[in-house]
């Protein structure tokens, strides 16, 4: 193969690089737009906006759709993180109490309130990718995240392993591997997840409905 069919516009090489790009353009804007931590929900939204356009190859320009994403559902994003952190903080507290002041048959309580992570953690999974791709009611939303990742149990779990595995390696790895997860690692790994939910999701939405509605209906 002649170097000018690797790099003509429409090879292989060509449109790898050209995602490749858009991924750490995606990762760019989604660490500078979590500084202030509280709009981290938010930024979760719009990139899976993004990132679910990208995997269904509609047109999209990264910056323009992520502001778009970000404005729109910034209220509802936003109300929503605040609420997982709270219930966060609320079962972590617990948890830290029954495991160091309660005694005998009372710290079997803890369990209780694993279990309660585990559940909080599902729902996380989906919660925002469900927010970008359907309208819907803050209750509603988090309804429908529990009640996906239950039904597509295998799928959640190798959600949460992409999410968990690199960050765990990251944690151990050397200073190279720290930088190019900071440079491409966020969006990389959810450009992974919106492949497995973009399936998911088709089991929600009809031949020609618009994807903005509620997928319980």
């Known amino acids: 193969m002649s170097f000018g069919g690797i790099f003509n516009i429409n090879s292989k090489f060509s449109q790898f690089m050209s995602r490749l790009f858009d991924l750490v353009i995606l990762n760019l804007i989604f660490i500078i737009m979590c500084i202030p931590v509280i709009t981290i929900g938010i930024n979760f939204t719009a990139m899976y906006y993004v990132s679910l356009k990208m995997i269904n190859n509609e047109d999209t320009y990264i910056i323009r759709s992520y502001l778009k994403a970000f404005k729109e559902n910034f209220k509802q994003s936003t109300s929503i993180w605040l609420i997982l952190i709270?219930?966060?903080?609320?079962?972590?507290?617990?948890?830290?109490?029954?495991?160091?002041?309660?005694?005998?048959?009372?710290?079997?309580?803890?369990?209780l309130f694993y279990f309660l992570g585990i559940i909080s953690?599902?729902?996380?999974?989906?919660?925002?990718?469900?927010?970008?791709?359907?309208?819907?009611?803050?209750?509603?939303?988090?309804?429908?995240?529990?009640?996906?990742?239950?039904?597509?149990?295998?799928?959640?779990?190798?959600?949460?392993?992409?999410?968990i595995v690199p960050?765990?390696?990251?944690?151990?790895?050397?200073?190279?591997?720290?930088?190019?997860?900071?440079?491409?690692?966020?969006?990389?790994?959810?450009?992974?997840?919106?492949?497995?939910?973009?399936k998911i999701f088709k089991n929600y939405l009809q031949d020609g409905q618009a994807e903005h509605t509620d997928p319980a209906n």
């Open 86 to 111: 709270a219930v966060g903080g609320i079962i972590t507290g617990d948890i830290y109490y029954t495991n160091n002041f309660i005694k005998g048959i009372g710290s079997y309580s803890k369990y």
């Open 121 to 163: 953690c599902f729902v996380m999974l989906y919660v925002f990718p469900i927010q970008s791709k359907f309208s819907n009611k803050i209750k509603n939303t988090m309804i429908n995240s529990l009640s996906m990742s239950i039904r597509h149990l295998p799928y959640t779990i190798l959600i949460m392993a992409i999410f």
């Open 167 to 198: 960050f765990v390696i990251c944690m151990n790895a050397s200073f190279s591997f720290f930088f190019s997860y900071i440079f491409i690692g966020f969006s990389a790994t959810i450009y992974i997840n919106s492949i497995i939910l973009n």
